[in-house]
């Protein structure tokens, strides 16, 4: 059942009620603001063109320039010379920990991935927690701890805006999961997806 069609950073999303979503938030900073400018004025427009065409709004999110763009920035922030916090150990696991920390009580989390800029995760949120909410406590706990672990308290830490992308069958949700555990391999961290740390394909037993 659709709850909503609303706006999040790149991209328009769905509220969907028991929906299972992959989901991408960075840090702040990650992407020059440049290039974030000219990203955003894109996403302007698949959103104009988006609402311009006949199809209904649960089919507008499969639109082929959709799903190129998010490629795109996810390829970019692979690339990005920006703040790599996350790249920090402590940090990382601080926010392996809180993504973990929930999982069966408010959401399945199916996989999960820091990476040394941003995050990924494919998780389906239970009961009464929404989406907004998962990822507003994930990155409120993990903003605070991490700028006093870092002794800059007050500062930006995540990225505001964040994408989401509603999965509707098994097999997009079992190439969504083995897209974040090679995210690691592609970029060139790590040679196996178990061999990072930061990933559900290191600890399957507990995060499946």
Same mark, same amino acid.
């Given at each position: 059942?659709?709850?909503?069609?609303?706006?999040?950073?790149?991209?328009?999303?769905?509220? %969907?009620?028991?929906?299972?979503?992959?989901?991408?938030?960075?840090?702040?900073?990650?992407?020059?603001?440049?290039?974030?400018? /000219?990203?955003?004025?894109?996403?302007?427009?698949?959103?104009?063109?988006?609402?311009?065409? =006949?199809?209904?709004?649960?089919?507008?999110?499969?639109?082929?320039?959709?799903?190129?763009?998010?490629?795109?920035?996810? /390829?970019?922030?692979?690339?990005?010379? +920006?703040?790599?916090?996350? +790249?920090?150990?402590?940090?990382?696991?601080? %926010?392996?920990?809180?993504?973990?920390?929930?999982?069966?009580?408010?959401?399945?989390?199916?996989?999960?991935? %820091?990476?040394?800029?941003?995050?990924?995760? %494919?998780?389906?949120?239970?009961?009464?927690?929404?989406?907004?909410?998962?990822?507003?406590?994930?990155?409120?706990?993990?903003?605070?701890?991490?700028?006093?672990?870092?002794?800059?308290?007050?500062?930006?830490?995540?990225? =505001?805006?964040?994408?989401?992308?509603?999965?509707?069958?098994?097999?997009?949700?079992?190439?969504?999961?083995?897209?974040?555990?090679?995210?690691?391999?592609?970029?060139?961290?790590?040679?196996?997806?178990?061999?990072?740390?930061? /990933?559900?394909?290191?600890?399957?037993?507990?995060?499946?």
């Amino acid at each position: 059942m659709l709850s909503g069609l609303r706006t999040r950073g790149y991209l328009p999303h769905l509220s %969907v009620e028991g929906a299972t979503y992959f989901v991408t938030f960075r840090l702040a900073g990650s992407l020059p603001h440049d290039l974030l400018a /000219s990203l955003k004025e894109r996403r302007d427009d698949l959103m104009r063109r988006a609402a311009a065409d =006949p199809q209904g709004p649960a089919d507008r999110e499969r639109h082929p320039p959709f799903s190129s763009f998010a490629d795109e920035v996810d /390829s970019l922030l692979d690339q990005s010379t +920006g703040e790599l916090w996350l +790249g920090r150990p402590e940090i990382a696991s601080l %926010v392996a920990s809180a993504l973990q920390h929930f999982a069966g009580q408010r959401y399945q989390l199916r996989a999960w991935c %820091v990476m040394p800029n941003h995050v990924h995760a %494919v998780l389906r949120p239970l009961g009464t927690h929404t989406l907004d909410s998962i990822l507003h406590s994930w990155k409120s706990f993990t903003a605070n701890e991490a700028n006093r672990m870092l002794d800059r308290r007050g500062r930006p830490f995540w990225q =505001p805006e964040s994408y989401d992308h509603w999965i509707r069958e098994d097999v997009e949700l079992s190439q969504c999961c083995r897209y974040i555990e090679d995210n690691p391999v592609k970029s060139g961290l790590c040679e196996r997806p178990e061999d990072w740390p930061w /990933s559900s394909a290191s600890r399957r037993d507990l995060s499946r």
